[in-house]
């Protein structure tokens, strides 16, 4: 079936640093997602992505984070500078559609880990 | 904002039994609860949703149950089998499938 490739999947950085998540969605899809799970706890809704524009973020989207897609290739998360609460599982999701969960197909994510 | 608690951690059945997973949510504005599983090394699957229009959905071995008074709502799989094994995350959301909040998984473990 449709698959969403995350690269990489494990990311070691130091904090203050800049990092970059790579997300290459499922080809025709045209809503995009980032989602963050800290160790041993709920993953929870970072921002959503389509025509060039955030259209929702969440709290926890600090200003240092920022998402792209430029010309329909990864759909990226940077975050710049990092710091040790960033440390956590990053999984991408895209969507063909504004609808039901069973459009939404996650990534595997992208262990992140700053030190 | 929305928080979803998913009540078992852990659940073993035996192969053939049943396995109930119950979730909670806060937020009465949250109208879409969907379901997915996650395999061993493997990324999360959608498995079944349930919207706030009705109060019972079913597919196959799986039935969801939503009751808005008490905001909880429960996956049964039923005939339980070896491959549905995984931890399974409810979840909720006021929109579709934008802004979805999780709860925490349930490994469920199918034992012969």
């Known amino acids: 079936g449709p698959k969403v490739l995350q690269i990489p999947s494990h990311q070691i950085i130091d904090m203050g640093q800049m990092v970059t998540l790579n997300c290459d969605p499922v080809s025709n899809h045209l809503y995009f997602y980032w989602y963050k799970q800290i160790l041993g706890q709920q993953m929870e809704f970072l921002v959503n992505?389509?025509?060039?524009?955030?259209?929702?973020k969440s709290k926890l989207f600090k200003d240092q984070f920022s998402v792209e897609r430029p010309d329909g290739s990864y759909f990226t998360l940077k975050i710049q500078p990092t710091a040790l609460e960033d440390s956590a599982v990053y999984f991408c999701?895209?969507?063909?559609?504004?609808?039901?969960?069973?459009?939404?197909?996650f990534g595997s994510g992208t262990r992140l880990t700053v030190l | 904002g929305e928080k979803v608690e998913q009540h078992e951690s852990t659940l073993s059945v035996r192969e053939g039994d049943s396995a109930v997973i119950n979730c909670t949510y806060t937020d009465t504005a949250s109208s879409y609860f969907p379901w997915y599983k996650q395999e061993a090394g493997k990324s999360l699957h959608f498995v079944i949703d349930i919207r706030s229009n009705v109060d019972r959905k079913q597919s196959q071995r799986l039935t969801v149950l939503l009751d808005k008074k008490a905001k909880r709502f429960s996956l049964h799989i039923t005939a339980t089998q070896p491959e549905d094994s995984a931890i399974y995350f409810c979840?909720?959301?006021?929109?579709?499938?934008?802004?979805?909040?999780f709860g925490l998984g349930t490994r469920v473990s199918v034992f012969p």
């Open positions: 999701a895209s969507s063909s559609d504004r609808g039901g969960a069973e459009t939404l197909y």
């Open positions: 979840a909720a959301s006021n929109n579709y499938a934008q802004g979805l909040t």
């Open positions: 992505f389509y025509n060039g524009k955030v259209m929702e």
